[in-house]
T-cell receptor
Framework: RKEVEQDPGPFNVPEGATVAFNCTYSNSASQSFFWYRQDCRKEPKLLMSVYSSGNEDGRFTAQLNRASQYISLLIRDSKLSDSATYLCVVNMRKSNYKLTFGKGTLLTVNP | DAMVIQNPRYQVTQFGKPVTLSCSQT?????MYWYQQKSSQAPKLLFHYYDKDFNNEADTPDNFQSRRPNTSFCFLDIRSPGLGDAAMYLCATSPRLAGGEDTQYFGPGTRLTVL
């Protein structure tokens, strides 16, 4: 089992659609969870951290289910500018400073 | 603005010719990382520094070395680049505060081409 596994995608959705990305992680001791966004040929940028209680930032909602070792990202009212690769990122162990990246899911929002 | 800066943004080198990529940060973060990212793949961690403590990943080839002369700067040296080393090289930093903050902040990357 991969350490961090994401929906393979790609996702193609029309503007205004709601889209959800799923991610699972293998290590139950994982401590921190993030969604990063990466535009083509650019660096990853933090979209949001994911907290146990779930959190929302505008059109973006992230949820964490520790029992199922599952993270999700929901994007409502998709914009053309949301087109990017979305990376699920996990700090798998409290004792080191390393993050483990999923392979990413490519989203294309079409006019 | 505080940030992570990488130079050059694009680097072309010849097969076997040593190359150095640089990273600097104005965030005063303790931890600095070097990643390699190839097309359609996740970033792959090569090594990281916690202050001056160097941590190499087990599968990082010996061809890759790093130096961190001070808090602000970190260098990636590729001693004998091969065609397979063509990739985007990403530098990242993390504050690693006492509360466990481990968000990483990335520089814009250096895209390396090996001819």
């Amino acid at each position: 089992r991969k350490e961090v596994e994401q929906d393979p995608g790609p996702f193609n959705v029309p503007e205004g659609a709601t889209v959800a990305f799923n991610c699972t992680y293998s290590n139950s001791a994982s401590q921190s969870f993030f969604w990063y966004r990466q535009d083509c040929r650019k660096e990853p940028k933090l979209l949001m951290s994911v907290y146990s209680s779930g959190n929302e930032d505008g059109r973006f909602t992230a949820q964490l289910n520790r029992a199922s070792q599952y993270i999700s990202l929901l994007i409502r009212d998709s914009k053309l500018s949301d087109s990017a690769t979305y990376l699920c990122v996990v700090n798998m162990r409290k004792s080191n400073y390393k993050l483990t990246f999923g392979k990413g899911t490519l989203l294309t929002v079409n006019p | 603005d505080a940030m992570v800066i990488q130079n050059p943004r694009y680097q072309v080198t010849q097969f076997g010719k040593p190359v150095t990529l640089s990273c600097s940060q104005t965030l005063n973060h303790n931890v600095m990382y070097w990643y390699q990212q190839k097309s359609s793949q996740a970033p792959k961690l090569l090594f990281h520094y916690y202050d001056k403590d160097f941590n190499n990943e087990a599968d990082t080839p010996d061809n890759f070395q790093s130096r961190r002369p001070n808090t602000s700067f970190c260098f990636l040296d590729i001693r004998s680049p091969g065609l397979g080393d063509a990739a985007m090289y990403l530098c990242a930093t993390s504050p690693r505060l006492a509360g466990g903050e481990d968000t990483q902040y990335f520089g814009p990357g250096t895209r390396l081409t090996v001819l």
